[in-house]
């Protein structure tokens, strides 16, 4: 093995706990997108309930099973409803 190798199983072992810790911080800020989303866009509270954009559907089953992958979406809706996002972590 190269000696420029030999440090990466330590490097990722290394990087390993922060990136787990940073998960937990992302699924909490997909979640309060999802309430944003749902209050301010769907308003599901209201008589006229709107379902939301496909996308924007997606983004929040994405976000309620742990995938952060719809942050993006989330952030976009939300952004161009005038809508302030939650702060982050």
């Known amino acids: ?3 420029s190798f030999r440090w ?6 290394s990087a390993l706990p922060f990136a787990a810790a940073a998960q937990p911080d992302e699924a ?4 309060a997108l999802v309430q944003s ?3 301010y866009v769907v308003k599901s509270g209201s008589h006229s309930p709107n379902t ?3 996308d924007g559907q997606v ?5 309620r099973a ?4 719809g942050i993006p979406v989330l952030e976009q809706k ?3 409803q005038g809508v302030a996002l939650p702060a982050r972590g």
């Open 52 to 54: 939301g954009s496909v």
């Open 37 to 39: 989303y749902q209050r």
């Open 78 to 80: 939300l952004r161009s």
């Open 8 to 13: 990466l199983p330590l490097l990722v072992a």
């Open 28 to 31: 909490a800020y997909c979640k």
């Open 59 to 63: 983004a929040m089953e994405q976000c």
């Open 66 to 69: 742990g995938n952060t992958a």
């Open 1 to 3: 093995m190269p000696k």
